[in-house]
């Protein structure tokens, strides 16, 4: 059975338009999935939509939303119309990088809009199908910043873990109900966000978003959660197993403050 049989018709990618997203975009419509790309500039999202239906045959729409705004649920429902969801992929991020004061509240909500509000939104807003139908699957991205505080990125990381928890916990209470969960922290990856803040030589253990999307697709039914990459796997382990909360929270204040320094 295919992904698209076993989940429905259409994938909603919030957060699509390139890096992460696109990648998403790209492994579900190899998958057989026709594809509802969602994110603010329409542009980017239209010249994927081409791609996407030259390369895999399948349809394609492209909804330009911005995810922080409060009618984000409502608004992709009317864009959906009678369209069968099967899959979410919440990939859309907002990540303030700076010092907490310094960012100022706006950016910080605007964070939680756009990493937690949103999502509990657009779930809201498609799971009601997927327990009608008695099948759907959900990824939400989450980081490995989920898992200590983490210096310089303080609010985003705490969406992460917001995004962490609400996925596991979703994971087991929907699982009865034909609805498969996963969560996937990622670590250091090559979009182009990332590339613009990376100090020279980057950061160990950086990873292609089609690495990131694929292990996170196949995480589907299969776990919890999802840390792609040998090396983020390991690490998260030592971070989490191994060394004290202060300890993790040191390291991870070094990796983020070469991040800040760059930017």
């Known amino acids: 059975m295919s992904a698209a049989a076993r989940y429905g018709t259409w994938a909603v990618i919030a957060g699509a338009s390139e890096g992460l997203g696109a990648a998403f975009a790209e492994a579900v419509a190899k998958r057989g999935y026709d594809v509802v790309l969602v994110a603010r500039r329409a542009e980017k999202l239209e010249e994927l939509a081409v791609g996407l239906r030259e390369r895999h045959g399948v349809r394609v729409v492209a909804v330009a939303l911005d995810l922080a705004a409060p009618d984000v649920g409502v608004r992709l429902v009317a864009e959906l119309g009678d369209r069968e969801v099967g899959l979410l992929v919440y990939n859309a991020a907002y990540a303030p990088l700076g010092a907490f004061l310094e ?29 009608a139908r008695r099948r759907g699957g959900v990824v939400l991205m989450s980081s490995l910043t989920a898992f200590q505080g983490t210096p310089w990125t303080t609010v985003y990381g705490a969406t992460k873990a917001f995004n962490l928890s609400l996925g596991e916990g979703l994971w087991l209470e929907l699982a009865k109900e034909g609805v498969d969960v996963v969560v996937c922290a990622a670590g250091a990856t090559r979009t182009p966000n990332y590339l613009a803040r990376a100090a020279k030589g980057g950061a160990p253990g950086e990873l292609e978003p089609a690495q990131v999307a694929e292990e996170a697709l196949a995480g589907l039914g299969a776990t919890a959660l999802v840390i792609p990459g040998r090396f983020n796997r390991l690490a998260s382990w030592l971070l989490r197993r191994v060394l004290t909360r202060r300890a993790a929270v040191r390291i991870l204040e070094g990796q983020t403050r070469k991040l800040r320094g760059a930017g």
């Open 103 to 131: 960012a100022g509240a706006e950016d910080a909500l605007r964070a939680v809009d756009v990493n937690c509000r949103a999502p509990l939104l657009l779930l809201h807003a498609l799971l009601p199908g997927m327990v």
